[in-house]
């Protein structure tokens, strides 16, 4: 086997296609920004920072796209969002 020179570039044998999604989460007149961050941390692993930016942009644009993914991996993430009372779709 050679040695990479600066100019090669390594090629993937196969590309996978998969469809992502988007979670979004919309904004309400009920729940705290706490209730939404807490929320946000526990259910999409979002750090502290990243769930206090999302809930200002739903607080201020009326919606969010907060987690990107699979179908089946965001399905459950929005069942849970609204089991706690938060409007939440998978577009």
Request: aromatic fraction near 6%; glycine fraction near 4%.
């Amino acid at each position: 086997m050679q040695p990479f020179e600066e100019n090669d570039v390594a090629v993937l044998d196969e590309v996978i296609e998969t469809d992502v999604y988007n979670l979004v989460v919309f904004n309400d007149d009920i729940n705290t920004f706490d209730h939404v961050i807490d929320t946000l941390i526990d259910v999409c692993g979002h750090t502290p920072e990243q769930a206090e930016q999302c809930t200002l942009i739903i607080h201020y644009k009326g919606k969010c796209t907060v987690k990107n993914g699979s179908w089946d991996e965001l399905v459950p993430m929005r069942n849970e969002i609204c089991r706690r009372g938060i409007s939440a779709e998978v577009l």
